[in-house]
């Protein structure tokens, strides 16, 4: 998608993040302070990089803005940091400390937000499955709302609250027909997916919920996509489920205090991408606008506004650094798989690189583009078409689909790929055996291990007949 960059060495600002600058004698890669080389010899390849001044920044910028955007409209927002995106203590104590409340959407996620002392009053609970136990933790621990997906949650989390004598705040997950894709939406009536209830079925289950005394019942819950760039689905969504707000209100005799418009704010993976992106200041102040105008046509106040955004907080935030293992020029012409705009190139430079699919699943999940520059030096020569691939036993292990490097990347470059920040650790496997690599923040401080890798040991440990070399065998 990006073979129209002019320089394969540019460093576009809107894909990498902002403090990841080239040393202007070496050329090298610099993120935060820390040279690439000094990265990967201090902390092995591949490696997840974060930089946490840029994840603080971005977390409070997306934070002020969505606060600015309910003030005028004249009410308040609350803005959770999506765990899903990439949770572990620190990235979970920087949402915090930016002012962020944090989702998580397992008892496993509930547990890092815990072990970083996230305020469990600024911890909000998803799940289609949560299960009896992880309810009971939640409740148990004061988590401030649990959002049920099922009316059989509606019981469970009833039973839990009442068993430990509190009242537990619940939203109700609606699904409001509306599903966004990158660049447009689809507005039904029902969904066929798997979370939330139908909107249509909103008030039985409201009363259902307004029956408990253990559960206060704030609000509706959607959440129409990920990786959205326009905003009509958001306000689409918005207003169907205002139209409600008047019926639950009657209802629970009292307005409806808050309204939880999810996530799925989109982000650019490449130059091309860019171009589309949204400010999200500008798709808030359009989302504010449509439940403003919502609350007038139905006449019901103004609802308290929540957003629940991971990738636009920390996929920027992210790179990840490889090690060129070997190069492999394939000749295009008559080639099944090039794309048209293949064709003007007489070969594709196929880049293999030791991770791959293990540490980012997007592509051969979601066919998602990256971008992809030498990280260890810059170079004159001419611009090749490359594929970046993994090393697993799957031809769809591509790391970059399509994108231009100097063509004589070669063997032991580092490469960095941008905006991997999101769902690459979080969704990462041990797919052939690789250990998943560390994570490692940086900052205008230097550079911290934060998540430690995995070791083959670490795998092998897994096996119950595995013994470290060197213990006896047991009986
Ligand atoms: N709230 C709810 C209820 C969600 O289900 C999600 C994402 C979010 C918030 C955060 O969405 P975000 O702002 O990060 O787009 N693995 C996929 C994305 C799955 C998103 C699932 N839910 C990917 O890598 O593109």
Redesign the pocket.
């Known amino acids: 998608m990006t073979t129209d960059v002019s320089d394969p060495n540019e460093l576009d600002q809107r894909v990498f993040p902002p403090t990841a600058r080239r040393d202007p004698e070496t050329g090298e890669l610099r993120l935060g302070v820390v040279s690439a080389s000094t990265l990967i010899s201090q902390y092995g390849s591949p490696l997840y990089v974060l930089d946490e001044d840029v994840a603080r920044a971005r977390a409070r910028t997306i934070r002020v803005a969505l606060e600015a955007e309910a003030e005028r409209i004249g009410t308040t927002a609350t803005v959770y940091y999506?765990g899903?995106?990439l949770l572990c203590i620190d990235v979970a104590r920087w949402m915090s400390e930016e002012g962020l409340a944090v989702?998580v959407a397992s008892g496993g996620e509930l547990a890092v937000a815990l072990a970083a002392g996230v305020d469990p009053s600024r911890i909000g609970f998803?799940g289609n499955n949560k299960s009896e136990q992880e309810i009971g933790r939640a409740v148990g621990a004061g988590v401030g709302t649990i959002v049920i997906d099922s009316e059989i949650e509606t019981e469970r989390v009833a039973a839990a609250a009442r068993a430990a004598g509190i009242r537990q705040r619940v939203r109700l997950r609606v699904n409001s027909g509306v599903h966004a894709s990158t660049h447009d939406y689809l507005a039904t009536a029902h969904e066929d997916q798997k979370f939330g209830q139908p909107l249509s079925d909103a008030p039985r289950l409201v009363a259902a919920i307004l029956a408990h005394d253990s559960l206060e019942f704030v609000g509706l819950h959607c959440?129409i996509g990920?990786?959205i760039f326009a905003a009509d689905g958001f306000r689409e969504s918005a207003r169907r489920l205002m139209a409600v707000y008047p019926e639950l209100a009657r209802l629970a005799g009292h307005s409806i205090p808050e309204l939880n418009l999810?996530?799925?704010?989109g982000i650019a993976y490449t130059s091309a991408q860019a171009e589309d992106v949204p400010a999200l200041a500008d798709v808030a102040r359009e989302l504010a606008d449509m439940v403003a105008d919502g609350a007038r046509e139905f006449e019901v106040p103004v609802p308290h506004l929540a957003f629940?955004?991971?990738?636009?907080v920390i996929g920027p935030a992210g790179v990840t650094l490889y090690t060129v293992g070997t190069t492999k020029p394939v000749p295009l012409a008559g080639s099944d798989a090039a794309a048209p705009a293949d064709l003007g190139h007489s070969e594709r430079l196929y880049v293999s690189v030791d991770g791959g699919m293990s540490d980012n699943a997007?592509p051969a999940l979601?066919g998602a583009d990256y971008q992809v520059r030498i990280a260890n030096r810059t170079s004159g020569a001419d611009p090749a078409l490359v594929r970046v691939v993994g090393k697993h036993c799957e031809a769809g292990d591509i790391v970059v689909h399509r994108d231009v490097l100097p063509g004589d990347v070669r063997a032991g470059d580092t490469l960095v790929v941008a905006a991997t920040g999101?769902?690459c650790w979080s969704?990462a496997s041990n797919y052939n055996h690789l250990p998943r690599p560390p994570i490692v923040a940086v900052s205008g401080r230097g550079a911290r291990l934060i998540v430690h890798g995995e070791t083959e040991d670490d795998l092998l440990a897994k096996n119950v007949s595995w013994r470290p070399e060197g213990d006896p065998p047991t009986a």
């Open positions: 999506a899903k995106a989702d998803h959440h990920s990786q999810g996530g799925g704010f629940e955004p991971g990738r636009i997007r979601y999101a769902y969704l």
